[in-house]
């Protein structure tokens, strides 16, 4: 008997073992419960596409009945005020001491969630309901338990060819150009801390696609996400309410003081044909 329960630890350790569908949904929606009762989170996402690599920064956080969004990329910086009548996003290209105004977005309908910035990585593989909360898991992925609290999801090779199309034919209908979509590999693996929270997202996504009139394109896409809660940078949070607070008009150069705020890394080498 001892034996035997040591091979199936083993299985499930080495993600051999399927767990159950019903236990890995309960897991990952009481994940993302915990992560909505937080007051702040931060995402440091570290992409390599195909031979680009480099970091886009992240905070969000609640003041009152307000929710305030922080984005810092190599090539431009995003933030934004939410409540539940108004939303306000001021984009400037990005500085280290200046914020040069891009583009200002306000609307007296604001959709923003507290978890938007998460979900725009990993809503994949998730099932979501009339609230836009995260309420179960798409079947056209298998589950998996790599480790103690390391959940993987890894689409289903059957259903490819159902999900390029279904992809394509909602791009067409949002009047966007997709012709043609090849899905290669798309996997997220989801690590969990001993309190349920998720503190890394690791993300594979290998593809080719063409336009109307375009000669078809392969991507391979790797994302390590790493996520904090309830510790955010101060000056990050100064300096976005300052922003948000002025009376701004596209072409102004805000003053932006970085001294303490993480810059994003890139590297970006030149088209082989350049």
Request: net charge negative; charged share 30%; with cysteine.
């Amino acid at each position: 008997m001892k034996i035997m329960k040591a091979a199936l630890a083993a299985l499930l350790v080495c993600g051999c073992a399927r767990p159950d569908p019903a236990a890995v949904s309960g897991r990952m929606v009481a994940m993302f419960e915990k992560m909505e009762r937080t007051g702040s989170y931060t995402m440091h996402v570290k992409k390599t596409e195909d031979d680009a690599r480099y970091e886009i920064f992240y905070e969000t956080w609640k003041d009152k009945d307000e929710v305030y969004s922080y984005i810092d990329s190599p090539w431009h910086r995003i933030v934004s005020r939410f409540d539940t009548s108004h939303a306000k996003t001021v984009s400037g290209k990005w500085s280290f001491d200046v914020f040069e105004v891009q583009s200002i977005d306000q609307t007296e309908q604001a959709r923003f969630r507290y978890l938007g910035n998460v979900y725009e990585y990993v809503r994949f593989p998730f099932l979501f309901d009339a609230e836009s909360n995260v309420d179960g898991l798409k079947d056209f992925f298998d589950w998996t338990i790599e480790k103690d609290n390391t959940y993987r999801a890894t689409l289903q090779k059957k259903r490819i060819p159902e999900l390029n199309e279904g992809i394509v034919q909602e791009w067409r209908d949002l009047g966007m150009d997709l012709k043609t979509l090849d899905l290669k590999q798309c996997d997220y693996t989801f690590h969990l801390n001993g309190q349920g929270e998720l503190v890394k997202a690791d993300i594979v996504q290998d593809y080719t696609f063409s336009k109307k009139n375009g000669e078809p394109e392969s991507h391979r896409v790797e994302t390590e996400i790493g996520f904090a809660y309830d510790q955010g940078n101060e000056k990050v949070r100064e300096q976005t309410k300052a922003l948000l607070d002025q009376d701004l008009q596209i072409g102004d150069n805000a003053p932006w003081d970085g001294e303490g705020i993480p810059q994003p890394a890139g590297e970006f080498p030149l088209p082989k044909n350049s």
